[in-house]
T-cell receptor
Framework: KAGVTQTPRYLIKTRGQQVTLSCSPI?????VSWYQQTPGQGLQFLFE???????NKGNFPGRFSGRQFSNSRSEMNVSTLELGDSALYLC????????????????FGPGTRLTVL | DAKTTQPPSMDCAEGRAANLPCNHS???????VYWYRQIHSQGPQYIIH???NNETNEMASLIITEDRKSSTLILPHATLRDTAVYYC?????????????FGTGTRLTVIP
């Protein structure tokens, strides 16, 4: 079974631009979560989607948004990019939403490395 | 989530067992112990998880002490490809706010 895929793998943008990242979960997985990883802050939770609805959100500004489609694929968008948004953005999928004991183990994709100049 | 404490780094000889400890002294009865690893610049890879019984899969074994205040991840025959940062995560199952919270992990270096 194919794993979680993320596109693009690498992206370079300039301050003020916006960016859209894409994630395709493992086939059959309906929950998608997004994380940001930076050397200074480590791996931080952004948001979780299940059945096209945002279930949970981390402590990030409104410039960070996401959505999920009916086929469970998900996108996240960052508007008005800042230098501090440079990071590895990770997507993780699970069968069920977080909290569904036993079926919510998250499997991560390879990430999209975003560099903001 | 309960906090975890891991040594920042460890070395292990290739072919030997790697034993990675994790302290989670404030763990509650309904909190699971999860282990992930991350090889440089790749996404975290799920290894194993457990509640109170020892667990084993094709990758590793997880030993949880009887009082559940600590656990050990065991890679039985470490290879060079096991060099990575290993994260021990304790998470409680409550609706709506229980996504993974990664700490700083243990950087395992497997030495030839």
């Amino acid at each position: 079974k194919a794993g979680v895929t993320q596109t693009p793998r690498y992206l370079i943008k300039t301050r003020g631009q916006q960016v859209t990242l894409s994630c395709s979960p493992i086939s059959g997985h309906r929950s998608v979560s997004w994380y940001q990883q930076t050397p200074g802050q480590g791996l931080q939770f952004l948001f979780e989607y299940f059945s096209e609805t945002q279930r949970n959100k981390g402590n990030f500004p409104g410039r960070f948004s996401g959505r999920q489609f009916s086929n469970s694929r998900s996108e996240m968008n960052v508007s008005t990019l800042e230098l501090g948004d440079s990071a590895l953005y990770l997507c993780a999928s699970s069968l069920e939403p977080q909290g569904a004991r036993g079926t919510d183990t998250q499997y991560f994709g390879p990430g999209t490395r975003l560099t903001v100049l | 989530d309960a906090k975890t404490t891991q040594p920042p780094s460890m070395d292990c000889a290739e072919g030997r067992a790697a034993n990675l400890p994790c302290n989670h002294s404030t763990i509650s009865g309904n909190e699971y112990v999860y282990w992930y690893r991350q090889i440089h610049s790749q996404g975290p890879q799920y290894i194993i998880h457990g509640l109170k019984n020892n667990e084993t899969n094709e990758m590793a074994s997880l030993i949880i002490t009887e009082d559940r205040k600590s656990s050990t991840l065991i890679l039985p025959h470490a290879t060079l490809r096991d060099t990575a940062v290993y994260y021990c995560i304790v998470r409680v199952y409550i609706t709506g706010a229980n996504n993974l919270f990664f700490g700083t992990g243990t950087r395992l270096t497997v030495i030839p």
